[in-house]
């Protein structure tokens, strides 16, 4: 039996995907690309979820990151968030569902790792009398 070829996915069809099901497991999902006064080179969407920020390139099989997407992923990176290119709707699945948190000893070594869950949320903890 001959195995037919698939179409290839076009970006928009794969940043499609992902946002939907993202979206479904309650990431918080904008999409970023192409605003008339954003950011040169950002990427396509911005996904949120307890406390994460998590940037997302798609790209199709064969497409290249341009110099200002490259230096975008740069900053992301140095700001401790997230950056993840995507070639398919699989990969970035896999990157989002397999996040965890580290919690490191006083010398800097990983001591143990969670998976975030429902229940996570950042706070952040405020000295600040007028609080309650």
């Keep these: 039996m001959k195995k037919t070829k698939q179409p290839k996915q076009t970006e928009s069809e794969i940043r499609n995907a992902i946002k939907c099901y993202l979206e479904l497991k309650g990431w918080r999902v904008l999409r970023m690309g192409a605003m008339i006064y954003g950011k040169k080179g950002i990427a396509d969407l911005l996904c949120m979820r307890w406390g994460i920020t998590l940037w997302i390139e798609t790209k199709s099989k ?71």
């Design 62 to 132: 064969d497409g290249e990151l341009s110099d200002d997407q490259k230096k975008f992923a740069y900053e992301v990176e140095q700001g401790g968030c997230l950056y993840v290119i995507a070639r398919s709707k699989d990969f970035a699945i896999k990157c989002a569902d397999n996040i965890e948190f580290a919690f490191c000893d006083l010398s800097g070594e990983v001591s143990d790792t969670i998976k975030p869950d429902k229940r996570m949320k950042l706070i952040c903890n405020l000295s600040d009398k007028r609080r309650k």
